[in-house]
């Protein structure tokens, strides 16, 4: 284990317990001074900020505020920053009614570093449990694979686009919630398989049922299938997870080390089907786009690209033309995660890479762009991206089109 993975899980240590709230997120280019957006900082959902700053929700004053010390332990660094509601649409007369925490620490803090883009942050706020607001918030930027993997065996995948929320409690910190965007896919207990109910289901069976569940999709582009689907199996996996793991939790541990295995149990649950979900989605819509390719099939060796164009047999037959040959690997962020695909298929020397990470900075992606890897991002994403930088994406729908092409 890194000095950095360990110095992670020390932090971590200290800002559990009741009276500390944790918010994860990847970082986005609007977050960081990546696009030069006019609030740059880690985006907070209204919601959470009014769960940890109660006097704003209740203010009837306009765009009530709350100031709190924030303490970037793993860089150094501090600032003074700012919750604020803008509500003069409540508030009569006017148009808005959001929340921000702003003022994280300007150009010199390591939040807003463009560099930082894609990568996982912990924020640790700290409100006492006899009441008011939120008084100080310590974070944690990872700077390192080996750091997020640090973060990910103690709460789960921290996916682009879907953040996290957390309770302290004596042991440790616990799922609240997640922040998705809402579609009609969460399902109650008696409209779950009977089997569900006793038994998590796999990772294809929610991709399964998240595709029934939108039909209408089938009519949208592959780049908003994936995204509208992703998120709506994201619901049903947290309905199952209330039904199975809220009851227990409610139950109560007699021991610390009874929680703990349960929290594990948990947190490896969430990674697996996250680690499988983006590939699964891609594939359906792959078979539905009558697409050619293997999946996770050996190219050479013990190598196994996520797709190969148009077949893995295709591509050991040495008599099969290379430039018609094709990979695409998958990876939910590609921050300092991309370099693994480079030899996965010797066979093809342009290198695709689908990724839902929500903008990568100009060193990184010219970093990319000599090593051959193209990004292959869906096209409502393409925004988080600086304009320099869009104009060389590939939406999947346009990597579709190239590789029917090519591939045929």
Not at 146 to 166: K, M, R
Not at 193 to 219: D, G, I, M, Y
Request: glycine share 6%; hydrophobic share 40%; aromatic share 10%.
């Amino acid at each position: 284990m890194s000095t950095r993975s360990e110095a992670f899980q020390r932090w971590a240590s200290l800002v559990s317990g009741p009276d500390w709230f944790w918010y994860a997120k990847v970082l986005s280019g609007n977050d960081t001074l990546l696009n030069g957006a006019h609030q740059a900082g880690p985006y907070v959902p209204r919601d959470v900020i009014f769960e940890l700053f109660p006097s704003i929700s209740r203010s009837a004053a306009l765009n009530p505020r709350s100031s709190i010390q924030v303490l970037i332990d793993s860089h150094g660094a501090e600032a003074a920053a700012t919750a604020i509601w803008y509500n003069n649409r409540v508030a009569g007369g006017g148009t808005r009614n959001e929340a921000r925490v702003t003022n994280w620490g300007g150009r010199a803090s390591p939040l807003l570093d463009p560099e930082a883009t894609g990568s996982i942050c912990i924020l640790a706020f700290h409100r006492a449990a006899t009441g008011g607001d939120a008084d100080v918030c310590r974070v944690w930027l990872c700077s390192s694979v080996e750091e997020e993997e640090a973060v990910t065996d103690l709460i789960g995948p921290v996916d682009p686009g879907v953040s996290q929320f957390f309770r302290g409690t004596a042991q440790g910190v616990v799922p609240a919630r997640g922040t998705v965007p809402d579609l009609p896919c969460r399902i109650s207990v008696e409209e779950m398989p009977q089997k569900w109910r006793f038994a998590f289901p796999e990772a294809h069976e929610l991709v399964r049922r998240a595709t029934e569940n939108l039909p209408s999709v089938r009519e949208r582009s592959p780049d908003e299938r994936l995204l509208r689907r992703r998120v709506c199996e994201y619901e049903i996996f947290r309905s199952v997870e209330d039904a199975v793991v809220l009851p227990r939790i409610r139950e109560g541990f007699a021991t610390v080390d009874l929680f703990v295995s349960f929290a594990n149990s948990v947190t490896n649950r969430r990674k697996s089907r996250s680690g499988a979900s983006l590939e699964l989605h891609t594939k359906t819509i792959f078979d539905e786009e009558g697409l050619a390719y293997s999946h996770d099939e050996y190219s050479e060796g013990r190598k196994r690209p996520d797709f190969l164009f148009p077949s893995a047999e295709a591509y050991r037959n040495p008599g099969f033309p290379a430039e018609r040959l094709q990979m695409l690997a998958v990876k939910t962020t590609c921050k300092d995660r991309w370099r693994q695909i480079l030899n996965e298929a010797d066979r093809v020397p342009r290198k695709f890479l689908l990724t839902l990470q929500e903008g990568v900075s100009y060193h990184q992606f010219d970093e990319m762009t000599e090593a051959g890897v193209s990004l292959v991002v869906p096209a409502p994403v393409h925004s988080s991206y600086p304009k320099q930088i869009r104009q060389h994406l590939l939406s999947l729908s346009h990597f579709i089109g190239l590789t029917r092409a090519r591939c045929r």
